[in-house]
């Protein structure tokens, strides 16, 4: 789902921020041959699986044409891209674990083209047991995710989307 409201098209760049296991970002390979998707982690092991699972991905589905993904060892707080380098970014489960919030977004926001759209998933990590528990309740039975307009002129421009 997170892929899908970032809306990568054939032929844009797209960027996994905190990639892990590189789930989304061989989603976002829609972007089609002539796309390309750029994985980041902090995590060199996590990427090394990443690289194995499309490696296996491209061998199961041979007549599929897939985007080229490259492998990327960085800190979301200092992604190591340009500005306006990519059409369409996600970040699944990566705001749980960056030390500066704001700071990772404003990263994935310098580093979109102007209109471009960046899909974020994940939980508060919440201290009070109440919390938490509410929280996996919601998402068990709604599915809750937020997209962030990063085209917007402001950054508190939050819709969840069910």
């Known amino acids: 789902m997170a892929v899908k409201w970032c809306g990568p098209?054939?032929?844009?760049?797209?960027?996994?921020?905190?990639?892990?296991s590189g789930d989304l970002a061989l989603l976002a390979a829609a972007v089609g041959p002539s796309?390309?998707?750029?994985?980041?982690?902090?995590?060199?092991?996590?990427?090394?699986d990443a690289a194995r699972r499309e490696a296996a991905v491209a061998a199961d589905n041979p007549w599929q044409r897939l985007a080229k993904?490259?492998?990327v060892p960085g800190d979301a707080l200092e992604?190591?891209?340009?500005?306006?380098?990519?059409?369409?970014?996600?970040?699944?489960?990566?705001?749980?674990?960056?030390?500066?919030i704001p700071k990772a977004l404003s990263e994935?926001?310098?580093?979109?083209?102007?209109?471009?759209?960046?899909?974020?998933l994940d939980f508060n990590n919440s201290s009070q047991p109440l919390v938490d528990t509410l929280q996996v309740g919601?998402?068990?039975?709604?599915?809750?995710?937020?997209?962030?307009?990063?085209?917007s002129s402001s950054h508190s421009a939050v819709q969840q989307l069910q």
């Open 108 to 120: 994935l926001r310098r580093v979109l083209v102007p209109g471009g759209t960046v899909s974020v």
């Open 69 to 71: 993904v490259t492998w």
């Open 138 to 151: 919601v998402y068990d039975h709604k599915g809750l995710m937020c997209r962030y307009d990063m085209g």
């Open 79 to 100: 992604l190591p891209f340009g500005d306006s380098v990519f059409d369409a970014a996600t970040m699944g489960y990566g705001l749980r674990i960056v030390a500066d």
């Open 35 to 48: 796309g390309a998707v750029a994985q980041l982690d902090f995590a060199a092991d996590m990427l090394q």
């Open 9 to 20: 098209q054939p032929g844009q760049r797209a960027l996994d921020v905190c990639c892990g």
